[in-house]
């Protein structure tokens, strides 16, 4: 993936038959999908512009209408790929204890004495929270929800996470 694009949504399927597309996307987003004027969408290789006319929200689902999109037909040619936005779009937007997730790989994890656990070799989802996942010297893989109790430090400067390691949690 280019690193200037990140990744927001996915087409998942047409809705109706006036180009309307149905986009999954991760929960507490909705605020950012609502807000969408201008996406990109990854075809051949190449990011295509697609502007946004309309956003509605069915269940757990976003009924989006692209501009260029008039049809069933169009829809279906991006049916599975994904919605991205410029990088530095989504930065501008981050509140002081908001990350990007895919910042926070091969970061260096610490407990709250100082000791070095190891590294966060991806992040999971789940319906509450996402889960770190942090691979320890011994090559142990370790899942630490990722909430403010249990994590209440990620400089992204000094390239460190500290987690408040409870009992249980990583041993």
Do not use: W
């Not at 829809?75 to 989504?90: A, M, N, Q």
Request: net charge negative; hydrophobic share 40%.
């Amino acid at each position: 993936m280019d690193n200037n694009f990140i990744s927001i949504a996915k087409i998942l399927n047409f809705h109706g038959i006036k180009g309307e597309a149905k986009v999954g996307f991760s929960k507490g987003r909705e605020r950012q999908i609502e807000l969408l004027k201008k996406v990109y969408i990854k075809k051949d290789n190449e990011f295509v512009e697609y502007n946004v006319t309309s956003v509605r929200f069915h269940k757990h689902f976003a009924i989006i209408k692209f501009k260029e999109l008039s049809t069933v037909n169009d829809v279906e040619e991006i049916k599975g790929l994904d919605i991205y936005l410029p990088r530095e779009e989504i930065e501008k937007n981050l509140e002081n204890d908001e990350y990007l997730i895919s910042d926070l790989i091969d970061m260096d994890v610490y407990d709250e004495d100082g000791c070095c656990i190891g590294k966060v070799t991806q992040i999971g989802e789940n319906l509450a929270n996402n889960i770190l996942s942090i691979k320890d010297a011994n090559g142990k893989e370790h899942l630490v929800p990722f909430v403010k109790e249990l994590v209440p430090v990620v400089d992204l400067k000094s390239n460190k996470i500290v987690i408040n390691n409870i009992e249980g949690l990583i041993s």
